[in-house]
């Protein structure tokens, strides 16, 4: 959020000239707070009560039975122990035993960071890669869109009972490894499998978001820049690493920060596709989990805690990583070259990434 | 398409070219052939699984791990299986509730959405970035961190069991609305506003204006921009698996919990048959709008 209070500084003083009397300036600005009123009613009701009630009850004590001392505990405040359980694998006054929820979260954040790094990366290869081959001149182009859209409009819950039968022992996928002399794996259960059937069946129908997003910034990309590229003599490689990747990288970013957020909340495909098994429980499935159990206090604290690391997460790819979420007229340079009047309109990176998917996965 | 096109492409090179032009030419074909593999393995890797869950759907149960990669053994029994109550799944009704919970969450994110579109994309006010900004930040939440509090409060509420299609539709909002938002915006910031102003100068008044020459523009985007949110709500699993009650269920979660006719046999055919179901009208819609969805999907996160 603060990175988003930065890039909102000067916003007032930076608005473009205007030869509109001061009169009507100041009903656009009545006008537009008030179009916006409705829409900051609702984000209010729906995701910062949740949210701050969730904060507040993560510092209450949940009642019920001490799964360590097995006493039964009234509410009340709760200190910091709700998140001191997750973090420090504390239940009551001992380390929690293994099997409990609270032993899980380390395993649990390491397999959704697992799950974020290689999903990205792949998609980040294989989406650049499709990019560059449909942004060529070719016949067929809405089959291959049509191809491309199809992965993308599937439920993720239909995704995940689809290759939850692909990744069945009789499925076809171990019909396909039988016939290159590879083994049959148990896709759903095995530790090693378990992952990259979680991490497959997300980067098939997630890379075609990705592709559109790059092609979408690679057709932006004037021809003219490779034609000098071509007369100067630049291998194809070269073209690449210093014309292409320079030029696509706030639409990649974009895209990257988004998908990652993605993964980060992860919880359809391992919920359905595995069920958990082969220790694939994601940090949200851990929270359903948690609030399965009862213990909604400390679910609240482990929700908190996910919120704080995808904040985090979307700061850092905001601040460091060049993923220029919200291209303000004065920081989009291309604008300025190309199409200097187009306007004050605020050009938004687009959230559909973050549903491409559904919200959980 | 593929074969035909290469086909054109290998047609043997006439004599008479130069030796330079030559090597020329077959660079150029071994390009284009590369770029078409290219082009078949993305079809390939799009439709397959796609294929393999209709293909499945219309096979018969007792062939299920049948590996013939073209229909065999085709029937219709899967999806009166998909449709039969008997063994405890509401498909059918989970249908209605989607439809139900997906038109409202559109229908209410539209009518609130498209002022701030509006606003954000024409008009300068103070706090314009803040307010970008906090529903960017929207559209980051972690749909899980919206379930612990709402459970409660759905509870306390009693809106936990019976028809209250509200306790879906209210979280739907909180990720259908952003979205609608930043791809209006999106929309409604490229369109051709001096002609609203052209309209107004040629005797219009403000309303006749919109209704006449803005809106017939608008409409496209506006149509996109619902069909994204539909479509957003159609998939969502998270919040519906927690919130449904037995007559709200939504089909992701009849079909994530679908059981078949002995505990512990997994209903293949029969589930491959409902996601069928699900998805064809959602692959038909994206189809017939594919052009209109694509610039959709990528509004605003290109143009610099």
């Given at each position: 959020?603060?990175?988003?209070?930065?890039?909102?500084?000067?916003?007032?003083?930076?608005?473009?000239?205007?030869?509109?009397?001061?009169?009507?300036?100041?009903?656009?600005r009545?006008?537009?707070?008030?179009?916006?009123?409705p829409t900051?009613?609702?984000?209010?009701?729906?995701?910062?009560?949740?949210?701050?009630?969730?904060?507040?009850?993560?510092?209450?004590?949940?009642?019920?039975?001490?799964?360590?001392?097995?006493?039964?505990?009234?509410g009340?405040?709760?200190?910091?122990?709700?998140?001191?359980?997750?973090?420090?694998?504390?239940?009551?006054?001992?380390?929690?035993?293994?099997?409990?929820?609270?032993?899980?979260?380390?395993?649990?954040?390491?397999?959704?960071?697992?799950?974020?790094?290689?999903?990205?990366?792949?998609?980040?290869?294989?989406?650049?890669?499709?990019?560059?081959?449909?942004?060529?001149?070719f016949?067929?182009?809405?089959?291959?869109?049509?191809?491309?859209?199809?992965?993308?409009?599937?439920?993720?819950?239909?995704?995940?009972?689809?290759?939850?039968?692909?990744?069945?022992?009789?499925?076809?996928?171990?019909?396909?490894?039988?016939?290159?002399?590879?083994?049959?794996?148990?896709?759903?259960?095995?530790?090693?499998?378990?992952?990259?059937?979680?991490?497959?069946?997300?980067?098939?129908?997630?890379?075609?978001?990705?592709?559109?997003?790059?092609?979408?910034?690679?057709?932006?990309?004037?021809?003219?820049?490779y034609?000098?590229?071509?007369?100067?003599?630049?291998t194809?490689?070269?073209?690449?690493?210093?014309?292409?990747?320079?030029?696509?990288?706030?639409?990649?970013?974009?895209?990257?920060?988004?998908?990652?957020?993605?993964?980060?909340?992860?919880?359809?495909?391992?919920?359905?596709?595995?069920?958990?098994?082969?220790?694939?429980?994601?940090?949200?499935?851990?929270?359903?989990?948690?609030?399965?159990?009862?213990?909604?206090?400390?679910?609240?604290?482990?929700?908190?805690?996910?919120?704080?690391?995808?904040?985090?997460?979307?700061?850092?790819?905001?601040?460091?990583?060049?993923?220029?979420?919200i291209?303000?007229?004065?920081?989009?340079?291309?604008?300025?070259?190309?199409?200097?009047?187009?306007?004050?309109?605020?050009?938004?990176?687009?959230?559909?990434?973050?549903?491409?998917?559904?919200?959980?996965? | 398409?593929?074969?035909?096109?290469?086909?054109?492409?290998?047609?043997?090179?006439?004599?008479?070219?130069?030796?330079?032009?030559?090597?020329?030419?077959?660079?150029?074909?071994?390009?284009?052939?590369?770029?078409?593999?290219?082009?078949?393995?993305?079809?390939?890797?799009?439709?397959?699984?796609?294929?393999?869950?209709?293909?499945?759907?219309?096979?018969?149960?007792?062939?299920?791990?049948?590996?013939?990669?073209?229909?065999?053994?085709?029937?219709l029994?899967?999806?009166?299986?998909?449709?039969?109550?008997?063994?405890?799944?509401?498909?059918?009704?989970?249908?209605?509730?989607?439809?139900?919970?997906?038109?409202?969450?559109?229908?209410?994110?539209?009518?609130?959405?498209?002022?701030?579109?509006?606003?954000?994309?024409?008009?300068?006010?103070?706090?314009?970035?803040?307010?970008?900004?906090?529903?960017?930040?929207?559209?980051?939440?972690?749909?899980?961190?919206?379930?612990?509090?709402?459970?409660q409060?759905?509870?306390?509420?009693?809106?936990?069991?019976?028809?209250?299609?509200?306790?879906?539709?209210?979280?739907?909002?909180?990720?259908?609305?952003?979205?609608?938002?930043?791809?209006?915006?999106?929309?409604?910031?490229?369109?051709?506003?001096?002609?609203?102003?052209?309209?107004?100068?040629?005797?219009?008044?403000?309303?006749?204006?919109?209704?006449?020459?803005?809106?017939?523009?608008?409409?496209?985007?506006?149509?996109?921009?619902?069909?994204?949110?539909?479509?957003?709500?159609?998939?969502?699993?998270?919040?519906?698996?927690?919130?449904s009650?037995a007559?709200?269920?939504?089909?992701?979660?009849?079909?994530?919990?679908?059981?078949?006719?002995?505990?512990?046999?997994?209903?293949?055919?029969?589930?491959?048959?409902?996601?069928t179901?699900?998805?064809?009208?959602?692959?038909?819609?994206?189809?017939?709008?594919?052009?209109?969805?694509?610039?959709?999907?990528?509004?605003?996160?290109?143009?610099?």
């Amino acid at each position: 959020m603060s990175a988003v209070a930065q890039s909102t500084q000067g916003s007032t003083k930076k608005s473009p000239p205007t030869k509109k009397p001061k009169g009507l300036n100041d009903a656009q600005r009545r006008q537009g707070l008030l179009l916006v009123l409705p829409t900051l009613a609702f984000l209010a009701a729906v995701i910062l009560y949740p949210l701050v009630r969730a904060v507040f009850d993560s510092f209450k004590k949940d009642e019920g039975l001490d799964p360590a001392t097995g006493l039964f505990v009234q509410g009340g405040s709760a200190g910091v122990s709700n998140y001191t359980h997750w973090l420090l694998q504390q239940c009551g006054n001992v380390d929690c035993p293994p099997g409990t929820l609270g032993a899980q979260f380390y395993s649990a954040f390491w397999v959704t960071l697992f799950f974020t790094v290689v999903s990205v990366v792949v998609e980040i290869g294989l989406g650049m890669w499709f990019a560059m081959i449909m942004n060529r001149d070719f016949k067929g182009r809405g089959l291959v869109r049509a191809a491309i859209l199809v992965p993308w409009a599937i439920p993720t819950a239909v995704t995940a009972k689809l290759w939850f039968f692909i990744f069945a022992f009789d499925g076809i996928a171990n019909k396909l490894l039988g016939f290159v002399g590879i083994p049959a794996q148990l896709w759903t259960s095995d530790p090693t499998a378990a992952k990259f059937a979680i991490i497959i069946a997300d980067v098939w129908k997630t890379t075609p978001f990705m592709a559109l997003l790059i092609l979408a910034g690679l057709q932006l990309i004037p021809g003219d820049v490779y034609e000098a590229a071509q007369i100067d003599g630049a291998t194809k490689w070269q073209t690449f690493v210093r014309i292409t990747l320079p030029l696509v990288k706030v639409p990649l970013m974009v895209a990257v920060l988004f998908r990652t957020l993605d993964v980060l909340r992860i919880y359809d495909l391992p919920a359905i596709l595995t069920n958990g098994g082969g220790g694939t429980t994601s940090l949200s499935m851990l929270v359903i989990d948690q609030i399965r159990q009862g213990g909604f206090n400390n679910a609240s604290a482990l929700s908190t805690i996910i919120f704080l690391l995808i904040a985090i997460v979307a700061f850092l790819f905001i601040r460091f990583g060049g993923a220029d979420v919200i291209q303000r007229p004065p920081t989009s340079k291309k604008k300025d070259d190309d199409a200097p009047t187009r306007g004050q309109a605020a050009q938004v990176g687009n959230p559909v990434a973050a549903n491409a998917t559904s919200t959980g996965a | 398409m593929t074969a035909a096109t290469t086909t054109s492409t290998t047609a043997p090179p006439t004599s008479g070219r130069t030796e330079a032009q030559e090597i020329h030419f077959k660079s150029n074909r071994n390009a284009k052939i590369r770029m078409y593999i290219g082009l078949a393995a993305l079809v390939i890797w799009g439709l397959a699984p796609f294929y393999w869950m209709v293909v499945t759907a219309f096979r018969d149960v007792g062939y299920t791990f049948d590996t013939s990669p073209w229909p065999t053994h085709v029937t219709l029994d899967n999806f009166r299986t998909a449709f039969s109550t008997g063994r405890g799944n509401h498909f059918g009704a989970a249908l209605v509730h989607s439809v139900i919970i997906g038109v409202v969450t559109t229908v209410v994110a539209m009518l609130v959405g498209v002022f701030a579109s509006y606003a954000l994309a024409r008009l300068n006010f103070p706090g314009k970035y803040v307010v970008l900004g906090v529903i960017l930040g929207s559209s980051m939440f972690p749909g899980v961190a919206l379930v612990t509090p709402l459970f409660q409060l759905f509870t306390n509420l009693g809106w936990r069991d019976g028809a209250n299609y509200q306790a879906l539709i209210i979280p739907n909002i909180s990720f259908a609305l952003p979205l609608t938002i930043y791809t209006l915006t999106a929309f409604l910031a490229e369109m051709p506003w001096e002609l609203e102003e052209s309209a107004r100068i040629d005797g219009c008044t403000p309303g006749q204006a919109f209704r006449k020459i803005m809106l017939p523009l608008a409409a496209p985007g506006l149509f996109t921009t619902a069909i994204l949110a539909f479509i957003a709500s159609w998939n969502e699993f998270l919040l519906a698996s927690q919130f449904s009650t037995a007559q709200t269920q939504t089909v992701t979660v009849a079909i994530a919990q679908f059981t078949g006719s002995q505990p512990h046999q997994e209903p293949y055919t029969a589930v491959m048959a409902a996601g069928t179901i699900v998805t064809v009208p959602l692959i038909i819609m994206v189809l017939i709008f594919q052009r209109a969805i694509v610039s959709g999907l990528t509004a605003g996160g290109v143009k610099g």
